[in-house]
């Protein structure tokens, strides 16, 4: 669908992310359907096991993984010998964020149904911004926020259910909001992860596992996703899938995929556009990603109030950004169906970052975030487009369920 702009061009927003048929929520679901569990439907076309091992790499992305594969040459195997059927990428949610992504892997929703509709949104109840992720707000009940039961819940009376990662996770908000419903087994370390992974699965019976690393997303947060340390993580990453396909039960199927892809925006495109007083005109709330804002207007703001605010945002960055309504995203499919209660949670007006440009509010930011170096939350192949690889393990021959 499309807006003509005061200019007169026609503004696109690009296609929804292929929720149930090729995206992150059909992860867990495709595993469940694949142990044999009724109720779910294999989208992914994976192929029957006993137990199946899903890797979450934070930040890797589609484009990325094929840009470096220098230093992968454990999954350069894995690609070139990858099972037939299955696709080898799938769509994140949008926002293309770990809140957004994380409760899609979690329920098998899109976010207008789970409701973690960015990184930080606005809480209508509180007329206030709450961060989704490491700094949940303590007037937020993650079950009320995030209703739906998740896949883990769905499965736990049926088989074993185990999360590996790290101990902070355990019972964290957005663990109780997203991934609810399985055994968790903490490690700080990569190692202490494949390890704490393999012993989990030693029993042999009928399991499905969540494996998560978070590394790499640091990394590039900070150094950048072009960085020699962000490359060094992804060897480590490589490394470690290599390990647990080499200590967990012989058979078992393991799945790689990441939650977002990543780009780096140089110091001189994180902008501040808080002090252009246009683009904050009418504003009274702003949240979101840097690469995907939302912006809420007040109480009595008119239509014209918000399309004087998208042509501001037009003018001042042109093609460099989308920019569009609540109501123009909802009925692109951007969030899925969109359940009443998670419509306000949205921007009345919604920025994304077509190009290496990121956009921040200093006035409600800490002046660290500018420093952030790789970035991702919008729309473009490169953050939404993630990989999945799937392969059998070699493993150890252990006991079989």
Avoid at 67 to 72: E, P, R
Avoid at 187 to 197: F, S
Avoid at 343 to 357: F, K, N, Q, S, Y
Wanted: net charge neutral; glycine share 10%; with cysteine.
């Amino acid at each position: 669908m499309s807006e003509t702009a005061q200019t007169g061009r026609s503004i696109d927003i690009p296609a929804p992310p292929l929720f149930g048929t090729k995206s992150i929520a059909e992860v867990l679901t495709s595993s469940a359907a694949a142990l044999g569990l009724p109720g779910f439907t294999n989208q992914l076309q994976l192929p029957a096991s006993q137990r199946v091992c899903v890797v979450l790499a934070d930040g890797l992305g589609r484009s990325l993984l094929k840009q470096k594969a220098s230093h992968t040459p454990f999954l350069r195997s894995v690609i070139a010998g990858g099972q037939r059927n299955v696709p080898q990428w799938i769509d994140s949610a949008f926002p293309s964020t770990t809140a957004a992504s994380l409760a899609s892997l979690g329920t098998g929703l899109p976010a207008g149904q789970h409701g973690m509709v960015g990184y930080d949104v606005l809480d209508p109840a509180q007329d206030k911004v709450v961060n989704l992720l490491g700094n949940w707000d303590a007037q937020v009940d993650p079950g009320q926020w995030q209703p739906n039961p998740t896949v883990f819940e769905r499965v736990a009376s049926e088989l074993d259910v185990v999360t590996v990662s790290l101990p902070q996770f355990g019972n964290s908000p957005m663990t109780q909001a997203a991934l609810r419903g399985s055994r968790f087994v903490g490690g700080t370390t990569l190692h202490a992860r494949t390890a704490a992974a393999a012993e989990a699965m030693a029993g042999g019976g009928k399991s499905l596992m969540y494996f998560y690393l978070n590394e790499l997303d640091k990394a590039g947060h900070r150094y950048g996703c072009q960085s020699d340390r962000w490359e060094h993580q992804l060897e480590e990453l490589d490394s470690t899938v290599k390990r647990l396909s080499a200590t967990l039960p012989a058979g078992t199927t393991i799945l790689l995929t990441g939650d977002h892809g990543m780009l780096d925006v140089p110091e001189s495109q994180r902008i501040d556009y808080s002090a252009d007083e246009s683009l904050v005109a009418g504003v009274r709330h702003t949240a979101g990603e840097p690469r995907m804002v939302h912006l809420y207007l007040e109480p009595d703001a008119t239509e014209a109030h918000r399309d004087a605010l998208l042509a501001a945002w037009r003018k001042r960055f042109g093609e460099r950004i989308w920019a569009f309504t609540r109501k123009q995203a909802v009925d692109a499919g951007l969030f899925g169906a969109v359940r009443p209660d998670v419509a306000p949670r949205i921007g009345d007006v919604m920025i994304a970052a077509r190009d290496t440009l990121a956009l921040y509010d200093t006035r409600r930011v800490r002046p660290a975030s500018l420093e952030v170096v790789g970035q991702h939350g919008s729309l473009t192949k490169t953050e939404r487009e993630v990989p999945l690889l799937c392969f059998t393990a070699a493993g150890r021959k252990g006991k079989r369920g």
